[in-house]
């Protein structure tokens, strides 16, 4: 069963904002990271799928639950930390987060059996009993991604879940995320505009812009290496590029690295032996592996020209 | 057993999260939740102190007359009547409304301001299950502060008489007068201050503008009642809340407005409409509040 289907999901404000256009995905579980950039629709999708606003037109299921019709059965399983703060400053994390429970169907006992797990999970101890007014930014996120939790559900949908936080706190969260996602085996949906973090957490990626699906694929796919290798020398650049160039190998020059189409094997004996011939020190070869944020940089245009043929 | 403590609390710490494979009550569950919630939170307990004295305050206040009352009959022995039970809730019903106004606001103000709604509707219940709970949790709190004196006083009473069997045997009738008018107050109070708090997270304002309805139409009907002498006068206590009270408790317990009496009472007595005109209308307002109510959850924002 997909986790995730929507299909032609459109959200309208007015005539002019246009938030969802005509969006259909369809997504298995894993760990799923939606990117965008702001206002591309990112938060609009995933308030849809929780039934805080209506679709405009088109459906959308999410774990086969009809998210406009079976809203209260399929939100039983569903676990939701908002971007913003959404928690009550005069009550303790723990009496909050066994109430969140309760609303999501848990019995009394449960609810607060569950509780302490699940703040001991994400690292709040002894605070936990106190109101949450004093609580810092981290922990508050840790509450919000506890009351996400602790009713065990199917299928977190997180958004913006390191907002705000310091870059240990980022990480930790992140960690926190992914190890719910791999080790739990709960279905994640996670929205950033940091590409970063979705490399690390996600193994499915989802990119929208203006509402529109731009792409979704497996991370892999995203993240293939690109057939160039990148040669940085002590010095004489241009003389091992000549050398290889004679060879018959495609060179371009920046500044003391030489970026060199592979085809095949070839180019690593050639370049051996040219660094041997000319004398000079080989600092390094390496494959230039294309990170997620190179997909939403325009193409330098020499490095796409090497790899082309 | 004798690992060093750090090393029994890691070990906590890893055993952490597990799945959960017991049952899930669902919808149901969700609103009872929210309801005892609720109703929890409007008297303050499991808030601080601060929160706590302003409903409890009022909660005991209301039932000072009720134990003046009971204290005098426990002193002079035959039956001293202060308070019939009739004028119980018009004797009390500015203490109702400042209970109302406080309450309604932190009952529906709270999860607006906090943003905790998108947290409520994204679990397993619907828009309008959460404003009926609320809704549920207010008419019961109301109910405490309403029911309980007379409660108190009719209890006392047969206590505090010569022969308890006897005034239970005698006032059996008072019964379902008492239930009927506080059960009836209650669901409308909760509905104008649900549907006036709904409107706005700020507490201050809704405060104000809950007893502003109360107060201020009650002022307003008095003057016009008494000064003009037009026809349509005759109907203006159909739109005030206080007015209408009287008028439904009077006619539940079949009892008559007396004249010179000044006051709501007396503004009933001249106007002299018909007892059962207070109870449909008050079911009427009742009913379009808790629309409003509804409405307005229906399309918060969240």
Known sequence: ?309 | MSQPAEHVAGNIYDLGYQRYGGVRLGRRHAVLAVYVQSLRSAFGLGRRTSSKIIPMGLAIVVLIPASIQLGIAAIAPGDVELIKFENYLGFVEIILALFCAAVAPELLGRDQRTNTLSLYFSRALLRRDYALAKFGALVSAMLVVTLGPLVLLFAGNALGSDDSLDYLKNNADQVLPIVASTAMLSIFFASLGLAVAAQTPRRAFATGGVLALFVVSSSFVSIMVNAASEDYSRYLPLVSPFHLVRGFTFFFFQASFQSGTGGVGGDLYIVDLPGAVYALATLGITAVAAALLLRRYERIAA
């Open chain 1, 1 to 309: 069963m997909p986790l995730l289907e929507t299909h032609e999901l459109t959200k309208r404000y007015g005539s002019a904002v246009t938030a969802l256009d005509s969006l259909s995905l369809n997504l298995d579980p894993g760990v799923i990271g939606l990117v965008g950039a702001n206002g591309a629709g990112k938060s609009t999708l995933l308030k849809i799928l929780l039934g805080l606003i209506a679709p405009t037109s088109g459906s959308a299921t999410l774990l086969g639950f009809d998210v406009l019709r079976q809203g209260p059965e399929l939100r039983q399983f569903v676990g939701y930390m908002p971007e913003h703060d959404c928690l009550p400053t005069d009550m303790t994390a723990t009496d909050f987060v066994a109430h969140m429970a309760q609303v999501s169907g848990l019995p009394r006992t449960a609810a607060r059996e569950r509780t302490a797990e699940t703040l001991r999970h994400v690292g709040l101890f002894e605070e936990r009993y106190r109101e949450m007014r004093g609580y810092s930014t981290g922990m508050k996120q840790r509450v919000k991604l506890a009351q996400a939790l602790v009713h065990d559900p199917r299928v977190m949908l997180l958004d913006e879940p390191t907002n705000g936080l310091d870059p240990a706190g980022r990480d930790e969260m992140l960690d926190l995320v992914h190890r719910t996602g791999a080790e739990f085996g709960i279905a994640i949906v996670m929205s950033s505009h940091l590409l970063g973090e979705i490399e690390r957490v996600c193994d499915h990626l989802v990119v929208i812009g203006n509402g529109r699906l731009v792409r979704s694929d497996a991370i892999a796919t995203f993240t293939a290496r690109t057939q160039v290798l990148a040669v940085e020398v002590e010095s004489s650049a241009d003389r091992v590029a000549a050398r290889l160039r004679d060879k018959g190998l495609r060179v371009i020059e920046e500044g003391r690295t030489l970026l060199i189409g592979l085809e095949d094997d070839r180019p690593y004996d050639l370049i051996r032996d040219a660094v041997v011939d000319i004398g000079v020190g080989l600092v390094r070869i390496e494959q230039r592996r294309q990170s997620l944020e190179d997909l939403f940089r325009p193409p330098r245009p020499e490095e796409s020209d090497v790899a082309a043929s």
